[in-house]
């Protein structure tokens, strides 16, 4: 069977997230889904199937990191759907069965594809004792991001306290139960982005995800609700960089990126 790896919210190769990509006839046994994800060794690898026509949606799709199955995962949605469309599997949007309910992907006729998200419900919390200490800066205020997400949103004093983050982050995987974004306005608002973001999942195998949708779904409503606009930017900056576009509407948040297929090849273990 084939395998991609898929560099996605990213303009070109080897930027962005990179997502192990794998369209089979049907799941196999969780185990070797699992073992194929720690092969892979990147953030997270999907495994999709079509499904017969008149369900719910055309694709199931699930995601597993290095270490664990995920509920929920932009960048290797967008993968999925950029390799979808990229090797005739199926043209236009693309609807997936996951554990967080249908999620669409639409081509757009730029090149860019646009992710149909739930929005993440966003409750103010106090900010745990310790956590400072753990993610080395004083956290302005903290957000609980809910059951699909399953992160600790932090909001920081300003984008230079976010770029210079090096946590402990051993320490980190006590507060939730994936793990911390990390965000603070952008210094230049006139700049291509609106707020900037850095995430640590070391409960799931990832100390620092280079650019991840999930969050956004997060981001979204956080930042929108402070700058007062729908539609905004944001900047992950991992060592990788990538750009995400969101677009809140109530309940849904819409992610846009691109997306480069950097390897092709074939799967040999049965």
Known sequence: MRIRIVDAFAERAFAGNPAGVV????????????????????AETAFAHPLPEGADADWALRWFTPVA????CGHATLATAHVIGTTGAQAGPVRFATRSGVLIATPGTDGAITLDFPTA???RVDTPAGVADALGAEP????????NVGDLLLELADEKTVL?????LRALGA?????????????????????????????????????????????APHWSARLGRPDLTGLQASRRT?????????????????AVT???GELLTP
């Open 69 to 72: 199955e995920v509920a929920m």
């Open 175 to 219: 507060y939730s139960a994936r793990g911390i974004i990390a965000t603070a306005r952008a210094a230049e608002p006139a700049e291509d982005y609106d707020y900037v973001s850095r995430c640590f999942f070391p409960n799931v195998g990832i100390d620092e995800d280079p650019v991840t949708g999930s969050a956004h779904t997060a981001l």
């Open 262 to 264: 950097v390897i092709d």
């Open 23 to 42: 369209l089979l006839d049907g799941f196999p046994d969780d185990g070797w889904m699992q073992n194929v994800a720690m092969e892979v060794n990147h």
């Open 164 to 168: 210079g983050l090096s946590p402990d």
């Open 242 to 258: 990538g750009f995400v576009r969101t677009s809140l509407r109530g309940d849904r948040t819409l992610l846009t990126g691109r």
């Open 140 to 147: 302005v205020a903290a957000f609980d991001t809910g059951p």
């Open 121 to 123: 419900p966003l409750t």
